[in-house]
């Protein structure tokens, strides 16, 4: 899969990450805590100077609803970007106001990784929480480490949000659960400041614990549910049923899907846990993070923004995924 960090035309990355490489090799790794100027620095995020103008219109043309354009400063030294059009009512917000949000939020905590896809009209960072899940740690040592994810764009596509990130470390899998009763993260429209609203962050992420002790128990109780390979079938058909009909050779995509999920089950990144029903879940939501195509002129940079949980619609897939798996493993 294509990995739409952006890049400069002297090769600069937009993107830092702490200690390890991101699964595309780009960037800047580093082995010391950074502040969160220094992080911006890193990742090509800070000094954009963001802003609005407006579109210009003929003299007698009669604008009902002005539009501006959102501008930023090239990070790269490259002139002036045009990252949207936008209407009157969206406010403009500054990268280092997204990352000193996401600061304040924990106190203080350890920045991990920073960036920019789609051409830096989506920028995001993540916070180390001091929590993670060891599922069957004195069998296979499964270890799941949660994240503190800010993210928005420059476009008015996505609002500024908090997101509580759980994340298997084996394949970097975003595991990301629609759990019942319990939210994991807070958001803010464009149309609105950060200013004053870290207090009411901080109280709907004082859920993130709840949420956390929730996807523990499940995740759990997922690694300890023996599953045969004729439940994994019947998983796959649950979530993904073979066509009625042959129509643009739908039944033999559905065979490539089956067979693609079976390979990724029996994967390095999946053969530890692999009998289990956490194994069956990893397997496919592995899948629609990293072996999907995306559509259309900017589909590497969709399927990115889904991977690294910015996509509500494959958030609540995953969702329907879990749902799928602990119906047919008889997991309560």
Request: charged share 25%; aromatic share 8%; proline share 3%.
């Amino acid at each position: 899969m294509a990995h739409a960090v952006e890049i400069g035309q002297n090769g600069e990355q937009a993107f830092a990450s702490f200690r390890e490489p991101a699964w595309h090799g780009l960037g800047t790794v580093f082995t010391e805590e950074k502040s969160t100027q220094e992080m911006l620095d890193a990742a090509y995020l800070s000094r954009w100077n963001v802003r609005l103008e407006a579109v210009p219109y003929p003299a007698d043309y009669n604008v009902i609803s002005p539009s501006y354009m959102v501008l930023r400063d090239n990070p790269f030294g490259q002139g002036t970007d045009v990252l949207s059009t936008v209407g009157e009512r969206y406010r403009v917000l500054q990268n280092e106001e997204l990352f000193y949000f996401g600061d304040a939020l924990l106190d203080g905590g350890r920045w991990e990784t920073a960036g920019s896809i789609k051409q830096g009209r989506v920028v995001f960072g993540s916070l180390a929480l001091e929590r993670e899940t060891v599922l069957d740690p004195s069998g296979v040592s499964d270890v799941v480490k949660s994240y503190l994810l800010v993210h928005t764009s420059h476009d008015g596509s996505t609002a500024v949000q908090a997101s509580i990130t759980p994340v298997r470390v084996v394949c970097q899998n975003t595991l990301n659960m629609a759990l019942s009763g319990v939210k994991q993260s807070f958001k803010i429209r464009h149309t609105q400041t950060v200013g004053g609203k870290v207090a009411a962050a901080r109280e709907a992420l004082s859920l993130a614990n709840s949420y956390l002790d929730q996807f523990d128990k499940e995740a759990q109780a997922l690694i300890a549910t023996e599953i045969t390979k004729a439940k994994f079938d019947k998983i796959v058909e649950a979530i993904y049923p073979r066509p009625d009909k042959d129509a643009k050779g739908a039944v033999k995509k559905w065979e490539t899907k089956v067979d693609l999920l079976e390979e990724i089950y029996g994967s390095d990144t999946t053969n530890m846990i692999s009998g289990t029903a956490w194994g069956a879940f990893n397997a496919l939501t592995e899948r629609l993070d990293w072996f999907r195509k995306g559509r259309g002129e900017r589909g590497a940079e969709n399927v990115l923004a889904a991977a690294s949980g910015f996509d509500p619609v494959t958030n609540a897939e995953k969702g329907k995924i879990l749902a799928a798996v602990k119906a047919v493993a008889g997991v309560k």
